[in-house]
């Protein structure tokens, strides 16, 4: 090497980094502090390196891509989507069997149903009061009313159902796909989270984790107002040009770097995470540009209320993100009135107006719109919480938590629209009938992706990890869910 390229490449990687003035959190930064603690995985993996780039799938996929609506807290599955008239002849009176419970004050005495469910559509899905959006397109959604889950405690249960593991640390559903199969869109994440601005609801940043993959996996997280993604500018004006040139600079040195640390697959990691951070600077300002839109999308997502426009807002941008090619989407809903909207532990009627009506009408014309720009077919939608509620009374008017048995709706991406599936017992409290575990619906969303689940792993600690570990779960497709 010469005297001068010595000179050049002598410049300290973070020196050049923080020189930049660039601040790339969330995504570039996590790289670098993530990229160590993963080098074993990368290794062992058996990949040549770590990218976003699209893969094939195992067989043909019915869907590309997923939003999920995630609705934390627990939506109450015998209120909403589960009609028990048992609860309405019996109120009042002790429940005839065993519940288990997770807060002290529950007492053994039936609470009946709170709102009116009545049938909806050809298909007669049953839908309660709260969402008459939602239920205006029952003939669009595929009910699964016998989703059971391991624990009944929340952050656990999140976990569950976001990792297929009820433990923090595993890599969630978004990062198991963007590794299988990459992203359609590469000036983008493969996996982006759009949360309330005010803050972060139940588990925080540990719901969108890539665990102990390679942290190009996990979800980025996209403001809806404002620039799309934290930190992604400098924070003070520069001279024009200034900004090209440091990154010009930085990408030098890290090639250079590259190329005298052959097969170091985290550092190639690093490298990407930094180059899709300047590619976003681009790429991200365009998805919060709603300008184009139309004032009927406008008013059908409910930007110009104030009760709606936060949803809708996330709603609308899931639906530009899967259009731009992004993989996987999740939303979170609005923080109050709680951080965990759907925990109807007290004043469960009130709660559940209050978040239902927050929610139902940006859902609504999420699927509207997706079916109207042919996209339903290819992207499947998912509104599900963690878990369900308990048909006993916890103090006078709330229910607590219950593993045993919620409601999940799928729509689009294959799906059989207008089904409902399963069954619970007289009280809605267990799942009775064709069950359908956590890990079952993982599996069933990855055979949509074209993904055999047995298939994909990741060799972790000498260990072949799986999201479903069908070893242990037992998982399967559940193939009547599917059109």
């Known amino acids: 090497m010469s005297s001068s390229n010595a000179s050049v490449f002598s410049i300290n990687r973070r020196t050049a980094l923080t020189s930049c003035a660039m601040s790339l959190s969330g995504l570039a930064m996590r790289g670098l502090l993530h990229a160590e603690a993963t080098s074993q995985a990368s290794s062992e993996s058996g990949r040549r390196r770590f990218d976003m780039k699209p893969r094939d799938a195992h067989f043909r996929p019915k869907a590309r891509a997923v939003i999920q609506l995630f609705q934390n807290g627990g939506p109450s599955q015998m209120d909403l989507f589960d009609p028990k008239p048992e609860l309405d002849r019996q109120a009042g009176k002790p429940h005839p ?9 529950n007492k053994n005495i039936i609470f009946p149903t709170q709102f009116e469910i009545k049938p909806h559509g050809q298909c007669g899905m049953n839908f309660g009061s709260p969402l008459p959006h939602m239920a205006s397109l029952a003939d669009q959604w595929c009910m699964i009313r016998s989703m059971y889950t391991v624990n009944n405690n929340h952050p656990f249960a999140i976990s569950m159902f976001q990792s297929g593991k009820p433990f923090f640390g ?20 493969g996996y982006i989270v759009l949360r309330d601005p005010a803050g972060y609801n139940t588990s925080g940043k540990a719901v969108w984790s890539s665990g102990w993959m390679p942290a190009l996996y996990q979800g980025t997280e996209f403001n809806s107002g404002g620039n799309a993604v934290h930190y992604l500018h400098p924070s003070q004006k520069r001279a024009a040009g200034a900004q090209k040139r440091s990154l010009e600079l930085l990408s030098r040195l890290n090639r ?41 999308t406008r008013e059908m997502y409910g930007l110009d209320n104030a009760k709606t426009a936060g949803y809708g807002m996330r709603c609308l941008m899931a639906r530009r993100l899967v259009e731009s090619g992004v993989r996987y989407v999740q939303v979170f809903p609005p923080l109050k009135p709680s951080f965990q909207p759907w925990d109807s532990h007290g004043s469960l009627k009130s709660g559940i107006s209050t978040i239902a009506s927050m929610v139902d009408q940006p859902t609504g014309a999420l699927i509207r719109d997706l079916r109207q720009r042919g996209l339903l077919d290819e992207v499947i939608v998912m509104w599900t919480g963690e878990f369900g509620r308990i048909p006993i009374t916890e103090g006078a008017d709330g229910r607590d938590h219950n593993r045993n048995a919620f409601t999940t709706l799928m729509a689009g991406g294959g799906f059989k629209p207008g089904y409902t599936h399963g069954a619970t017992d007289d009280f809605g409290y267990k799942s009775i009938e064709d069950r359908v575990s956590v890990p079952d619906l993982h599996a069933t969303i990855l055979h949509q992706l ?10 972790h600690k000498g260990r072949q990890e799986r999201l479903t570990d069908p070893e242990v779960t037992g998982a399967h497709v559940v193939r009547p869910l599917l059109g």
């Open 97 to 105: 069997g065993e519940v288990e419970t997770f807060q002290l004050g």
């Open 170 to 189: 595993y890599p969630a559903l978004g990062s198991w796909i963007t590794y299988g199969l990459g992203s359609e869109n590469q000036d983008l994440p």
């Open 256 to 296: 250079k770097h590259a190329e005298m640390h052959p097969g170091e697959l985290e550092l190639d990691a690093r490298i990407q995470n930094f180059e899709l951070a300047a590619r976003m600077q681009l790429a991200a300002g365009d998805i919060l540009d709603v300008s184009g839109e139309t004032a009927a």
């Open 450 to 459: 074209g993904i055999d689940h047995t298939k994909l792993s990741f060799l």
